[in-house]
């Protein structure tokens, strides 16, 4: 059974940085794709991230050159560092794990970007 440990959220002040963390167990580290997504009041969730066991990243526009994703594969655990926030950013961050196309979710940590 997998099971995603989120961690790292808070509050920031608009341009700040925040890095999130996501300890995943039961996975099949070699296939899977880890990824993170975010849902902010009254939108759908969307996605932030991925990244492949080989290192492949995939990003949404809108965080493109401010969020890095990261993954150790030594510890099952893929990261995103998140920099120059905007309050747009504001929502519940996802962690995510694909293996054939069956997800995985943890269970969200909130980021709020707010002066």
């Known amino acids: 059974q997998v099971q995603l440990v989120e961690s790292g959220g808070g509050l920031v002040q608009p341009g700040g940085s925040l890095r999130l963390s996501c300890a995943a167990s039961?996975?099949?580290?070699?296939?899977?794709?880890l990824g993170w997504y975010r849902q902010a009041p009254g939108k759908q969730r969307e996605l932030v991230a991925t990244?492949?066991?080989?290192?492949?990243?995939n990003y949404a526009v809108s965080v493109k050159g401010r969020f890095t994703i990261s993954r150790d594969n030594a510890k099952d655990t893929v990261y995103l560092q998140m920099n120059s926030l905007k309050s747009e950013d504001t929502a519940v961050y996802y962690c995510?794990?694909?293996?054939?196309?069956?997800?995985?979710w943890g269970q969200g940590t909130q980021v709020t970007v707010s002066s």
């Open positions: 039961g996975i099949i580290s070699s296939v899977v794709v």
């Open positions: 995510n794990a694909r293996h054939f196309g069956f997800d995985s």
């Open positions: 990244i492949t066991h080989g290192g492949r990243t």
